[in-house]
C-alpha cells in the first residue's frame, strides 16, 4: 500500500511567512508530490493547537508519512515525533522540511523563497515515501556517576547525585578539594567567610556513604557512552598511603624545603615539599612534591630509585606510625577503573596569568597582585593571617589602586568576552580594605560597572557610597614604580581629565581563563569547546548544562565565567540531569546509527575491511569483525557498528568507497530520493 | 642484475619462504614484458628485469586467482613499493605475508615514462631483498615533482571543464582503469551497487562524468601515480592529471605523499588539529 503523505506548513509567526508563501508551498505539494494526500497550513505547527491539528489528521486523513516544513529539526523534530507517537503512528514517519533556517532567513525575495521552499518540500516528501519504520535501541544504565572537578560546582554536583541515592565519584586533580572557592576570603554579596560556608560542605563530601573521592588523580581516558561509560583514572603517586596517614604534621614540619612558593597561596606564602596545601583540605594529609623534594631531587639527579637515597628522609624518620611508615617514596602512579552511566564536568578555570600586562607591571612588580592574590591577603587563613600588606616590604597600603577588566573585553589580550565576577569582587575589595585599613583610601578604574544579580547593585553602590571608594571611569595606560610608590597613569573619561595616583599596591582584576589543557581534556571527553576554550553547552538556553555528547554535563567555570551563586546552581541542574537519566534501569536511544551491510555467502559483506570508517569515526564506534568459517578460521574482517556508541553522525557512510555502510532514516536510497527530487523537476 | 632475481627467488622458493614469485617476464617481441607468476625453483629463468618493466605488479596482490597461489615474493621498483604501503595502511595485506623483492631503478619504458620524470624513488623505500646497485634516492622538489600538470592548471575553469567533457565523452566504460589500479580493491565497486543507481553504467556523457569524477576522488590521498590506469585506457584519456593534481593537493594541504613513509598516518582519514582549513570558508 502507497504511502499516505501529509505536509503541513509552519508560518512560525512571521518568521517563515515574511518571506515565503506558505499557502503556495502547501498547494504545490498537493499538486504536485506523489504520495501527498493532505496538506494544510498552521500559524505555529509546535503550538499545542498545531500538534492537536497534526494528530487529528492522521487519524482523519489515515495519514502514513509526515512532512512538517518548519524551523530546523533540531528544535522541534522531537516535539512533532512524540505527536506522532500518540496517534500510533511510528515516529521516524515524521521528517521536519526546514524552510525557516535554511530558507526563509536567508532569503529576500519572497519569490524565491517560496519556490525554494516548495523543493525542499518535495525534497523531504521524497524522503517519507521511503521511510521505514524504526525502532528505538535500549541500553543498559550504569547507576553511577562521575563528577571531574572538586571545585565549589563538582562538589555541589556530587552532594546532589549522592542525596538522590546514587554512587559518585569525585576526581581532583589536586591534593584537596576546595577548588578556587577555598581560596577565597570573603564572598560577595554577604560578605559571609568563604572558608566557612565552603569547608561543611568539603566534610560532607568525604564523609558521604555515596561518594567515592579521588584526589591528586586525573582523568586518563573516556570511553563508553551514554549510560556506559568506561573511565580510566590515573591515581597520581602521592608518596603517602591515604589509609594509613592521620595526617598529624609530624613529617611535613620537619621537611627542611621551606622556601617553595604556595599555590593555594597565589605564591605569597611558603610551603613546604611534604606538604597539605591548606589546614582545612579534604583529604587532610600531605602529599610529596617531587619537583623540589630533595630526596627525588638526588634520585633524579643520580638515576636511582627514590628509595636508595640517602640524601634527607627526616619525613619519614619522623612519621609516628609503624611498623608501615605512611610515606611511600616508591609509590608509582596508578590507573584504576571505573564504570559510570552519566559524567559532569567541572573542571573550573584559570586566572590570567599576570605577566600577560607588561604595562601594568603584572608579573615584574611585587605590590601589583592579582584578583586572587588580594584573596589569599584578605583571607584570615592567609600568609599575612588576613592583614592587608604589601608583599615587598609588609607595609600596610595607605593607597590602593583596583584595576577592572585586566584582560576581560580585551580581544587585544585574546578574551574579548566579559569575566562577570570582577566589577562584583572589586567592590568587595574595596570593602574588605576599608574594613581592615580604616585610613586607608582605595580607586577603581572601571570601564562599566556590571553588577547584574540580585542584591548586587547596592552591594556595588555601598562600596562607593558608604565605604568611600572612589569609582573613575577609564582605562589604566601604565604602571611604573616611583621609589617605594606604583604610580598609575590612567584616564577618567566622565571629567574627561588625565589622572595620576601614587599607589601604594596596585590589584588587577584578571580574566578568568579556561583552564589550560581544556582543549585536550574535551578531546578526551568528545566534548566542544568554543573559541575561548570553554566547553559548550549544546543549547545556549535551552540546554544549558547539557555538552555536545550524551550523558556529559556541563557545570560552573569551565562552561564560561560565573560566580559562586551561578556556579552552584548550574551545579544542582547537571545534578538533576544525572538523576533523571539515573533514574530508570534502560535508556531508550535514537535508533538512528550506521550499520555496515551484511550479504549472503560467499560474500558476507560488501565491506572490504579498509577500515577508514573506524579512524573517521569520532566516537569509536566502529569495531572489527571476523567473519569466520564453521572451522574457525578468518573468512574475511570487516567493519561493524557497536550502536550503544553510534551518534548517527553519517561521516563513516559518507568515508565508505564501496558503500557498504548506510544511517538509518538516512539511508541510500532515501538521499538519492532526495537529490533527483531536485535535479529533476 | 637479473642473476641475482633470479637466484634469489630459486632461493626463496626452495627454502618455502614463498609460494609464488610474481614477476616480469619476457614478452612477445623484445620491448615487451608480462607478468609471470613462478611456483617451481626450475622456472626461475623466466624471471627477467629490464628499461620495459613499465607496469606495477601489485595489482595481483588484490587478484583473488593470484592470492590463491599462497604467500608471494613480488618484483617491486621504488614507485610500485608505495602502493604495498598504502596496502598495508589500509589492512588489505599484513607485512609479513608478502616478500618484497625490491629492484633499483633509472626509470622505466622507452621514450621513458612520465613517472619517471620526477622520480625520487630509485632505490624502494620498503624491501625485504634489495636487487641491483643501491641508488642515492634525489631529493626532488615540490614544484618539480607536479611540473606535468603546471600546463592543465593555468586553464581557466571553464576550459578545464571543456577538457574534461571532451576527454570522458571517449570514455567506453571498459572499466581497465578500475581493474588495473592496485589500489581500487573493493569487491563491491560503487558502479556495481544499483539499489539505488549512484553512477549509470552505460557510456553517456553523465555516467562517463560521473564514474571517471568519482574514481579520481575515491584515489584521492592514496594514489601513488604508477599511471596505470592512464596506461591502459583505450580512449587515451589522460586520468593521471586528475590523480596528480589530487595527490599535489594532498601534499600542498596536509603534507602527505600516499605511500611514500609507513609511519604516516593515512591523509584522508586523520584529523589533525593543524590541518590546513584555509579551504573551508
Request: proline share 4%; net charge neutral.
Amino acid at each position: 500500500m502507497s504511502k499516505k503523505i501529509g505536509v503541513f506548513v509552519c508560518h512560525c509567526g512571521t518568521n517563515i511567512s515574511a518571506t515565503v508563501d506558505v499557502e503556495k508551498v502547501a498547494e504545490e505539494a498537493k499538486k504536485k508530490n506523489p504520495g501527498v494526500t493532505y496538506t494544510t497550513t498552521h500559524k505555529y505547527m509546535c503550538s499545542d493547537p498545531g500538534q492537536k491539528l497534526l494528530r487529528d489528521k492522521i487519524k482523519e486523513e489515515g495519514l502514513t508519512g509526515i512532512v512538517v516544513a518548519a524551523c530546523s529539526p533540531k528544535m522541534h523534530e522531537r516535539t512533532f515525533r512524540n505527536a506522532a507517537i500518540k496517534t500510533g503512528l511510528n515516529p521516524y514517519h515524521v521528517e521536519i522540511s526546514n524552510i525557516r533556517e535554511q530558507c526563509s532567513w536567508v532569503h529576500k525575495d519572497k519569490a524565491v523563497g517560496t519556490t525554494k521552499s516548495i523543493d525542499l518540500v518535495r525534497m523531504m516528501t521524497e524522503k517519507t515515501r521511503k521511510d521505514k519504520s524504526l525502532k528505538p535501541i535500549k541500553v543498559h544504565v550504569t547507576k553511577r556517576a562521575l563528577v571531574i572537578g572538586g571545585g565549589i560546582a563538582g562538589i555541589q554536583a556530587a552532594l546532589d547525585i549522592a542525596d538522590g541515592g546514587n554512587e559518585v565519584i569525585l576526581v581532583e586533580r589536586e591534593a584537596s578539594i576546595g577548588g578556587h572557592m577555598a581560596q577565597l576570603s570573603e564572598t560577595f554579596p554577604t560578605l559571609d567567610c568563604s572558608q566557612c560556608i565552603m569547608t561543611p560542605k568539603m566534610v560532607e563530601v568525604a564523609q558521604h556513604e555515596n561518594i567515592k573521592l579521588y584526589t591528586w588523580s586525573e582523568i586518563e581516558a573516556v570511553g563508553g557512552y551514554l549510560g556506559n561509560f568506561d573511565i580510566k583514572i590515573r591515581k597520581k603517586a602521592r608518596s603517602v598511603d591515604l589509609d594509613l596517614c592521620t595526617g598529624c604534621s609530624s613529617c611535613w614540619q620537619v621537611c627542611p624545603s621551606k622556601k617553595i612558593k604556595s599555590e593555594f597561596d597565589m605564591g605569597l606564602g611558603n610551603r613546604t615539599a611534604i606538604y597539605v596545601p591548606f589546614p582545612q583540605a579534604i583529604p587532610s594529609k600531605p602529599v610529596i612534591d617531587r619537583e623540589n623534594c630533595l630526596l627525588f631531587k638526588d634520585a633524579r639527579k643520580k638515576n636511582i630509585p627514590p628509595n636508595d637515597s640517602k640524601v634527607c628522609r627526616k619525613c619519614i624518620d619522623a612519621c609516628p606510625i609503624a611498623p608501615v611508615k605512611a610515606i611511600d617514596y616508591s609509590q608509582e602512579d596508578e590507573i584504576v577503573e571505573e564504570k559510570v552511566g552519566a559524567i559532569v564536568v567541572a573542571t573550573g578555570y584559570r586566572e590570567l596569568e599576570d605577566g600577560l600586562y607588561g604595562e601594568y607591571g603584572g608579573g615584574k612588580y611585587k605590590d601589583v597582585i592579582t584578583g586572587l592574590q588580594f584573596e589569599r591577603l584578605a583571607s584570615a587563613s592567609g600568609p599575612t593571617d588576613g592583614m592587608i600588606k604589601r608583599p615587598s616590604d609588609g607595609k600596610e597600603p595607605e593607597i590602593i589602586v583596583f584595576i577592572q577588566c585586566v584582560g576581560s573585553r580585551d580581544p587585544s589580550k585574546g578574551c574579548s568576552y566579559c569575566s562577570k565576577t570582577c566589577c562584583m569582587y572589586t567592590a568587595k575589595h574595596t570593602m574588605l580594605y576599608k574594613h581592615k585599613v580604616h585610613h586607608g583610601h582605595a580607586y577603581v578604574f572601571y570601564i562599566d560597572i556590571r553588577c547584574a544579580g540580585k542584591s548586587y547593585e547596592e552591594f556595588a553602590q555601598r562600596a562607593i557610597e558608604e565605604e568611600g571608594a572612589t569609582y573613575l571611569r577609564g582605562r589604566v595606560s601604565r604602571v611604573y614604580q616611583k621609589g617605594d610608590k606604583l604610580v598609575v597613569l590612567g584616564a577618567d573619561t566622565l571629567t574627561g581629565s588625565v589622572v595620576e595616583i601614587e599607589a601604594e599596591m596596585v590589584v588587577l582584576a584578571s580574566a578568568m581563563k579556561a583552564q589550560d589543557d581544556a582543549g585536550e581534556f574535551a578531546r578526551k571527553l568528545s566534548i566542544q569547546y568554543d573559541k575561548d576554550m570553554f566547553f559548550s553547552e549544546i543549547h545556549p538556553k535551552l540546554k544549558p548544562v547539557e555538552s555536545s555528547s550524551a550523558g556529559i554535563f556541563l557545570a560552573g567555570t569551565c562552561q564560561g565565567p560565573k560566580d559562586i551563586p551561578e556556579a552552584v546552581a548550574q551545579a544542582g541542574a547537571a545534578a538533576s540531569k544525572v538523576l533523571a537519566l539515573l533514574s530508570s534501569d534502560e535508556l531508550e536511544r535514537e535508533p538512528v546509527v550506521a550499520r555496515v551491510d551484511r550479504q549472503l555467502p560467499p560474500v558476507f559483506s560488501t565491506c572490504i575491511g579498509c577500515f577508514y570508517c573506524q579512524k573517521v569515526c569520532p566516537y569509536s564506534a566502529i569495531e572489527q569483525e571476523d567473519i569466520k568459517a564453521r572451522d574457525g578460521s578468518v573468512i574475511k574482517t570487516v567493519a561493524r557498528v557497536n550502536e550503544g556508541l553510534c551518534q548517527g553522525c553519517g561521516l563513516c557512510a559518507a568515508t565508505c568507497r564501496s558503500k557498504s555502510i548506510e544511517l538509518a532514516g538516512f539511508n541510500d536510497e532515501q538521499i538519492y530520493a532526495e537529490i533527483n527530487a531536485v535535479e529533476f523537476n | 642484475m637479473i642473476e641475482a632475481l633470479r637466484k634469489k627467488a630459486e632461493e626463496l622458493l626452495r627454502s618455502k619462504t614463498v609460494d609464488v614469485i610474481y614477476g616480469y617476464g619476457e614478452g612477445s617481441t623484445p620491448e615487451r614484458t608480462r607478468p609471470v607468476f613462478i611456483t617451481k625453483p626450475e622456472d626461475v629463468n623466466k624471471l627477467t628485469w629490464n628499461k620495459y618493466c613499465v607496469y606495477n605488479l601489485t595489482t595481483y596482490l588484490k587478484r583473488q586467482e593470484a592470492r590463491k597461489l599462497g604467500k608471494p615474493a613480488i618484483v617491486v621498483k621504488g614507485c610500485d613499493a608505495k602502493t604495498i604501503i598504502v596496502l598495508i595502511k589500509e589492512s588489505q595485506i599484513k607485512r609479513e605475508d608478502v616478500y618484497i623483492l625490491g629492484v633499483t631503478c633509472n626509470g622505466v619504458g622507452e621514450p621513458q615514462a612520465t613517472k619517471c620524470k620526477a622520480c625520487d624513488i630509485h632505490t624502494p623505500r620498503i624491501y625485504d631483498e634489495l636487487i641491483g646497485e643501491k641508488i642515492e634516492n634525489k631529493e626532488i622538489s615540490f614544484e618539480e615533482r607536479y611540473a606535468e600538470i603546471e600546463e592543465y592548471e593555468k586553464l581557466s575553469e571553464k576550459d578545464k571543464w571543456e577538457f574534461w567533457q571532451k576527454q570522458f565523452a571517449k570514455c567506453i566504460k571498459c572499466y581497465a582503469c578500475s581493474s588495473i589500479c592496485p589500489l581500487c580493491f573493493c569487491d563491491r565497486c560503487i558502479v556495481d551497487k544499483n539499489q539505488p543507481q549512484w553512477i549509470d553504467p552505460s557510456a553517456h556523457p553523465r555516467g562517463n562524468l560521473s564514474w571517471n569524477v568519482t574514481r579520481a576522488y575515491h584515489l584521492a590521498g592514496r594514489c601513488i601515480n604508477c599511471e596505470e590506469c592512464q596506461r591502459v585506457c583505450p580512449a587515451d584519456i589522460p586520468l593521471n592529471l586528475l590523480n596528480k593534481k589530487l595527490a599535489k593537493e594532498t601534499e600542498k594541504n596536509f603534507k602527505y605523499r600516499a605511500g611514500y613513509n609507513i609511519d604516516d598516518e593515512l591523509a584522508m582519514a586523520t584529523y589533525k588539529e593543524d590541518d590546513n582549513q584555509d579551504f573551508i570558508k
